[in-house]
């Protein structure tokens, strides 16, 4: 088999979606005809983590790792709490202490293009002799966190290497990136940075087709969009919540806050008892300080489960269980290419998905393509209102389901195979 070295920051015991993406990959890649092997952090400061992966990880996976200094585990002795946050990207938009601020203004200034720079180089070196001894000649790097990329440009400036640069997210673009409290100078070194990379890869993998048409403003190097994707069998009817669950699965974080949605739910557990006897709104993970207070000022804290970050497995099984699944983004230009990970997943668990974010955002297009649900802009209201209450009397009468279509295409086999193609095809 042919040798593909892996290179990528979150990886088991790592929790969250930035893992899921590679860990599925490297699952598969056997079947295609290839033999990853995987280069990791040997100490790194994970937000989250989740045990449970580390049963996923395929038998004989030839693993690497070199230790990692992170500032955010010197910063937690002074703010444990506000450190966890920010390292999660969790930034709030208001009421910044100053501390906090100060934090932000370093991560963003002395730390680029982020806090993990400093493992570049000790990385670089060590995996050069790695190359050599595994006369490996395919290299991919993930991120973010983009510092990884930093690695996959300086081994292949050193050697005659096949470079992809896979994107789970924008660059620059991404909405935390304008809360850094970035100077003049740290914006063009995070440009720079950017444009440097772009141009080094042999070919750059990204998961929208907004990514996509950011870059390719960027470079001439091929573009390919391989999507996220769901991993566990489409279940057959599994029990479903007795009440009327609404369910966000994931981090709640700043700025994803759809007010008209607040406000409907508040409006039809005031008008419509029996929906106010049914109703539970289930938030589980984290949920921004900013956002739960907006929640409550719209008097919906009777109806609110909050429960904290589950294991994978434990997340999956709440997919199917609740009888509508929410999916909220950031209302800015800046997130219309983001795809989170549990959009699949959502997919895969064949509930109504009810969806919130940008105009033109790239999940909802998806959600339409697969008759999935309904997607709101936030503006939308009276609409969104009647698309919940049509739900609300179908759950009633013990029919609330929906037939999605084509979504298996996202399986993670199917995704497998198409970045397998790429690597076959590198120039």
């Known amino acids: 088999m ?56 395929p038998e004989g996976i030839t693993t690497y790792s070199l230790p990692i200094k992170e500032p955010y585990k010197l910063a937690s002795f002074f703010s444990a709490k506000k450190t966890k946050r920010i390292s999660s990207g969790i930034i709030q938009a208001q009421n910044q202490s100053p501390i906090e601020k100060a934090m932000l203004w370093v991560r963003g200034n002395f730390f680029i293009p982020d806090a993990r720079k400093n493992w570049v180089k000790p990385s670089i070196r060590y995996l050069s002799k790695v190359i050599s001894s595994e006369k490996i000649d395919t290299i991919v790097t993930t991120g973010p966190p983009h510092s990884v990329h930093l ?134 993970g984290v949920v921004s300080e900013d956002v739960l207070h907006n929640i409550y000022a719209h008097e919906l804290e009777p109806f609110v489960r909050l429960t904290d970050y589950l294991t994978h497995e434990e997340a999956v099984r709440r997919q199917r269980k609740s009888q509508v699944l929410l999916i909220i983004e950031i209302d800015s230009e800046d997130t219309v290419g983001i795809v989170p990970g549990k959009v699949f997943e959502y997919l895969a668990a064949k509930r109504p998905l009810l969806a919130i974010g940008p105009k033109g955002w790239n999940a909802g297009e998806i959600i339409k393509e697969c008759k999935a649900g309904e997607v709101y802009d936030y503006q939308d209201t009276d609409v969104m209102k009647s698309a919940i209450e049509q739900w609300f009397e179908a759950y009633q009468n013990g029919k609330l389901h929906i037939a999605s279509e084509r979504i298996e295409r996202y399986s993670r086999k199917q995704l497998t195979h198409k970045l397998a193609d790429i690597l076959e095809k590198l120039p």
């Open 2 to 57: 042919r040798k593909v070295l892996v290179i990528t920051y979150y990886w088991p015991p790592a929790g969250g979606p930035g893992v899921q993406r590679w860990l599925k990959f490297v699952k598969y890649l056997r079947d295609f005809g290839f033999e990853p092997l995987v280069y990791i952090p040997e100490n790194p400061n994970y937000p989250i983590t989740d045990t449970s992966l580390l049963h996923e990880i």
């Open 151 to 284: 690695i996959g440009q300086g081994l292949k400036q050193g050697q005659a290497l096949k470079w992809i640069a896979d994107f789970r997210d924008p660059w620059t673009s991404i909405g935390y990136h304008k809360k850094l409290k970035l100077t003049k100078s740290s914006k063009k070194k995070h440009k720079d940075l950017e444009r440097q990379v772009l141009n080094a890869a042999d070919t750059i993998v990204v998961t929208s087709t907004s990514t996509k048409e950011e870059f390719q403003a960027l470079t001439d190097v091929p573009i390919q969009v391989i999507t996220n994707g769901y991993d566990v069998e489409i279940p057959a009817n599994s029990d479903l919540d007795t009440k009327f669950s609404i369910s966000h699965i994931g981090s709640l974080l700043t700025g994803r806050n759809p007010n008209n949605l607040w406000k409907v739910l508040k409006e039809l557990t005031q008008e419509n008892k029996a929906f106010a006897e049914a109703f539970e709104l289930h938030l589980i």
